[in-house]
């Protein structure tokens, strides 16, 4: 169940996180496209074509408003990641790697 903001475009689903109306992209993915290639809304758009100039302007509202908790969950979900990719440990293909005689970057 998807519940309305006060931002055209915005809403939130059932994990009460913020997603862009008519997709399942998160207001928090998009932001960390901007924060990893330093993306501009037009680039976001060539990149995304899927979402609108106004639904891309909307998520960014949406984010310089609720900056604070946005970084938090940013900050949790690499976090989270890195803590798995730690638990997984090295994969087969980097083994065969190192076993050869070659080192992954």
């Known amino acids: 169940m998807k519940t309305t903001t006060e931002y055209k475009h915005i809403q939130l689903n059932d994990r009460n ?3 862009i ?3 399942t992209m998160k207001v928090t ?4 496209s901007r924060i990893a290639y330093g993306w501009s ?3 976001m758009h060539f990149q995304y074509p899927f979402l609108t100039m106004s639904q ?4 960014l509202s949406y984010y310089w408003d609720n900056k ?3 970084d938090a969950a940013i ?3 690499l976090q989270t990641a890195e803590e798995m990719q730690i638990r997984a440990g090295e994969t087969p293909f980097v083994a065969r790697l190192k ?3 070659l080192k992954p970057s």
């Open 17 to 19: 996180q913020a997603t």
């Open 21 to 23: 109306e008519g997709t």
């Open 29 to 32: 993915e998009l932001i960390m």
């Open 41 to 43: 809304a037009e680039e």
């Open 56 to 59: 891309i302007h909307s998520a």
């Open 68 to 70: 604070t908790a946005i």
């Open 75 to 77: 900050a949790a979900d």
């Open 99 to 101: 076993a050869s005689g």
